[in-house]
């Protein structure tokens, strides 16, 4: 089906006759005439995976402003070389660990840092890691956004790669076929404005038409965009032949070679037999983030009391573009605190204040004698019990299972689809874009829902009262109802502070738990939804040891 979308996709728009089709016939372009682009060289690279060695004092470069193949059998390692040189692996990794020396050397000769995140790396992933949420021109929008020079990009600029590329903007991203997808992800990495762009797999799946159709495509914007190009691949019978040059990933000698123009009609000699693997290497690297499939409560509790310790931070707006996260902002208080969200705490607030309301007279002992003196003092208790602890229990303990786990979704699965490993790659901090978001979501989300749900609840309660007892009326049923709560000056109820100081730590505890589920590492839909169980779990327990703790001194008996 992927090949048939991306032949539909891409088929016509850099046609290839039988003439075309053959362009190992054709001499290769002379790469890089002026000078420009950035350089990467690799000096004595060691890179281990767990107990395996993939390289051992490898060095080699990349040249400036050309096509590269970096070639060799699925599983050898070139997906963690990528991910090395793309700035996502950390040098003293748990599970992927490597030592050396990596350059990135523009034509002036200044190097860059690895960490330096205003000149990214960008990557098309094999699996595109749009952003489904965005439109197509909001994906290379919020790259033009993050790029060094930010401030003097337009929408005009996003609109015009799109149309260069030939992919839509008036549809989701996510009904796009995949070779407009794909086109799409090169825009965005072009947007970024990073000097060195990795493909990974560029042509995995497809059918050798279709190959050919993405290899003349990859070779046009090569030209029309001049960038250090590294296609990571095993398909050298397609995309050799638009290579500037050729660089083996040699497993037998664990080594990074250039391999001379007169071998390329003899890769497969060159290539030798395919490793014999017992793990896939990109899974590993990925699991590897995780330091563990299997996390100990210890574990779980250090990183809560990390993410709490640094909350402070975490909560400063500290964007490079305020507008992408103000955009985050509302899109997660939607997620947390939307109309389904208000909808599902007002039911439940409904159903609590009726039923409480109903409760206390319906079964109230002897109730012929004791109603008539106790009518008023229950009214106060219904009303207190109500707002001071009823209704925010429930309510925080509905927003941890379902706001909760909607954002452990939503991040769960940008994780598995690489999207925050993409951000990374176009300059953008997704602790920053994303988790500050999700803080400020749940921070305005939580008190709103549950004074929400309190709102209903008393209104609820208003009419079990009055199925009852009619001849009183509304004005009695009010008076009483909120007579423990009025203060005389004011126009907050009576123990509102505390309230709101319970509904705004469950609210923080509720965001970084369901953010500390999503963002371990997923390796398939499986582990989303069990991120999603624990957020559930661990959220509803954590609002339920908050009441608990903040009712021995809030309800304190006075002496």
């Excluded at 193949?69 to 090395?84: E, M």
């Excluded at 920053?432 to 929400?452: D, E, N």
């Excluded at 908050?546 to 006075?558: A, N």
Aim: neutral net charge; glycine residues 8%; charged residues 20%.
């Amino acid at each position: 089906m992927r090949c048939l979308v991306l032949l539909r996709a891409i088929f016509g728009t850099y046609p290839l006759s039988d003439n075309v089709s053959q362009p190992e016939s054709q001499p290769a372009e002379i790469p890089n005439q002026d000078g420009s682009g950035t350089r990467v060289d690799l000096r004595q690279l060691t890179v281990t995976a767990g107990t395996k060695v993939l390289l051992e004092d490898a060095s080699i470069t990349f040249p400036a402003g050309e096509l590269i193949l970096l070639l060799g059998w699925s599983g050898v390692g070139k997906s963690v070389l990528l991910r090395i040189l793309a700035g996502l692996i950390e040098p003293a990794h748990a599970g992927i660990r490597y030592t050396g020396k990596i350059d990135f050397v523009s034509a002036k000769g200044t190097h860059r840092p690895e960490s330096d995140s205003t000149h990214p790396v960008a990557v098309v992933f094999q699996d595109f890691a749009l952003l489904d949420e965005l439109s197509p021109l909001q994906n290379v929008q919020i790259a033009l956004d993050h790029t060094r020079d930010q401030n003097q990009m337009s929408t005009g600029r996003a609109a015009g790669l799109l149309a260069e590329l030939r992919v839509p903007t008036d549809r989701p991203t996510s009904v796009l076929s995949g070779g407009q997808q794909q086109r799409l992800a090169i825009a965005r990495a072009i947007a970024s404005e990073a000097d060195v762009v990795f493909y990974d797999e560029p042509t995995s799946g497809l059918d050798h038409k279709t190959a050919l159709q993405v290899a003349e495509f990859i070779r046009e914007t090569q030209r029309s965009h001049r960038r250090t190009s590294i296609l990571i691949t095993h398909d050298y019978e397609t995309l050799s032949r638009i290579a500037d040059r050729i660089i083996l990933l040699d497993h037998t000698q664990k080594k990074l070679v250039e391999l001379p123009r007169e071998e390329w009609g003899k890769l497969p000699e060159v290539l030798g037999p395919p490793p014999v693997m017992t793990n896939d290497l990109a899974k590993i690297s990925l699991a590897s983030q995780a330091g563990s499939v299997v996390r100990t409560a210890m574990e779980e509790s250090g990183q809560f009391v990390e993410s709490v310790v640094t909350l402070p931070w975490s909560l400063l707006p500290l964007w490079r573009s305020r507008k992408w996260g103000l955009r985050y902002t509302v899109y997660y208080l939607k997620l947390v605190a939307g109309p389904s969200a208000c909808v599902y705490v007002a039911v439940a607030g409904m159903i609590l204040g009726f039923v409480a309301q109903d409760f206390v007279f319906r079964y109230l002992p002897f109730r012929q004698f004791t109603e008539p003196l106790l009518t008023e003092n229950l009214l106060h208790a219904t009303g207190f019990s109500l707002y001071r602890f009823l209704v925010p229990i429930l309510a925080t303990i509905l927003i941890a299972a379902r706001s909760g786990a909607a954002v452990a979704s939503d991040v769960g699965s940008k994780v598995y689809g690489n999207q925050l490993d993409a951000m990374k790659t176009i300059g953008i901090d997704p602790n920053r874009l994303l988790r500050t978001p999700v803080l400020y979501a749940f921070l305005i989300g939580t008190p709103f829902l549950a004074f929400l749900s309190y709102a209903v609840a008393a209104v609820a309660a208003s009419f079990a009262f009055l199925m009852t007892h009619a001849e009183l009326g509304i004005g009695f049923w009010d008076s009483h109802f909120h007579r423990e709560l009025i203060l005389p000056t004011g126009f907050l109820y009576k123990g509102s502070s505390w309230l709101i100081a319970k509904l705004l730590t469950c609210g923080l505890g509720i965001a970084i738990i369901s953010w500390r589920c999503a963002v371990t590492p997923k390796l398939s839909g499986s582990e989303i939804s069990h991120g999603v169980t624990r957020t559930i779990l661990w959220a509803t327990l954590f609002v339920l040891f908050v009441h608990f703790g903040y009712s021995l001194f809030e309800f304190k008996p006075q002496s």
